[in-house]
């Protein structure tokens, strides 16, 4: 394969330079406004899928609840009860939606995201890459994204349950859990001009775990404004571009000529 850029293992930036892309991607996308209409599509399906799941979640927490405790059946207090469990059920739904979103609205965009992130990329020269069967980039990217979310919950579900402790659940985990869903989100965003280059899972993870600094601030900024109400939707055009500028200009050189 030509034009792939070889991967840089040194660390070329730090934090802030991280959120500056995060910023030169939302530009990006500023100065094109029918590229980021066109990557809004895939955002709104997730959105609107989410929405409706955690709806029925919000709807059904008590019958879940009270399906997951049958040994409470014969309690006098069962029904306070399977209402903490019922909060607790749909927190946990609203906290594994934060952490999934972007992953499934990459999984469902692939073909948007994918032709956003080569405009970008055609605005610096060459594309690294060919063009690459529509399926069998898909199911890769669907096998991806499965991998990290593993790694994910296997970070933030102990996270989660030390949230309930006192101090420690209001301070440090929050902390902790932004640097652990920021990092990965990361990954989830740089996937595509990473494997456009021939980079596999396991490279990407080495390059990006080398460069934590940029991964980090890139990953965070976004993890905290997706955090707010409808902004995930309009702002992952830019997150792509921004991602896209941020493997393209520092976490590989510019790719060969064909």
Known sequence: MSGIGQPVRRNVGGFAEGVGFFVKGLGWVARHPRWWLFGLIPALIAFVLYAAALVWLAMNAGDVAAWVTPFADDWGWRGLFRTL????IFIAGL?????????????????FYEKLSEKVEEEFGPVPGGDQPFWSSLFRSIKDSLMT????????IPLFILGF????????????????????????LTALAMERRGLRRKDRFAILRSNKGSALGFGVVIFLTFLIPFVAIIAMPGAV????LLVRTRLTPPPLMR
């Open 85 to 88: 469990v019922g909060i607790v």
């Open 95 to 111: 906290f594994l939606s934060l952490i999934t979103y972007t992953a499934v609205t990459l999984a469902i965009g692939e073909p």
């Open 149 to 156: 979310l593993v790694y994910v919950l296997m970070l933030t």
């Open 165 to 188: 402790i006192p101090f420690i659940g209001q301070t440090i985990v929050p902390v902790l859990g932004a640097l652990v869903s920021g990092f990965f989100l990361t990954v989830e």
């Open 241 to 244: 571009a921004g991602a896209t």
